[in-house]
């Protein structure tokens, strides 16, 4: 069994796409117009067969309750794995983006949390090298 979506709340999926693909270089995988809506789904540009994220409308009442709760509280409502944080993070200061939290060492990981235009706060981490010491 594996992960074939998962979803994040937006409050348009218009300014989400854009977010999502002009500025985090995801890449659309499904645009199907549903009514008022779509099924818009984006990966990553490494891994183009793999876990899909679908920009879901914020309609539904539940919604603005939780997404308020998660950003009041500093949550990260979804979490992106880099490769190079610091460098990502200046890539994307440069763009504009705002972060609430600039890189920082958090046990395991390098971490910073960015404001996603769309009522989310993402975190992007970078795995630390992790050494490990054998017995003698």
Not at 33 to 62: F, N
Not at 84 to 99: H, K, P, S, T
Request: proline share 5%.
């Amino acid at each position: 069994m594996k992960i074939y979506v998962t979803s994040i709340f937006v409050d348009d999926q218009n300014k989400a796409e854009k977010f999502y693909t002009d500025i985090l270089n995801f890449r659309v995988k499904n645009n199907v117009p549903l009514g008022d809506h779509r099924w818009l789904t984006v990966v990553s540009p490494d891994a183009l067969d793999g876990t899909e994220l679908l920009l879901e409308p914020s309609d539904h009442p539940a919604v603005k309750p939780y997404k308020d709760a998660l950003l009041s509280e500093g949550i990260p409502a979804h979490s992106f794995q880099v490769e190079n944080l610091d460098q990502e993070w200046r890539r994307l200061a440069g763009l504009g983006v705002i972060f609430v939290q600039e890189p920082l060492d958090a046990g395991n990981v390098r971490m910073a949390i960015l404001n996603d235009t769309c009522g989310n706060l993402i975190q992007l981490i970078e795995m630390a090298e992790i050494t490990s010491v054998e017995a003698t």
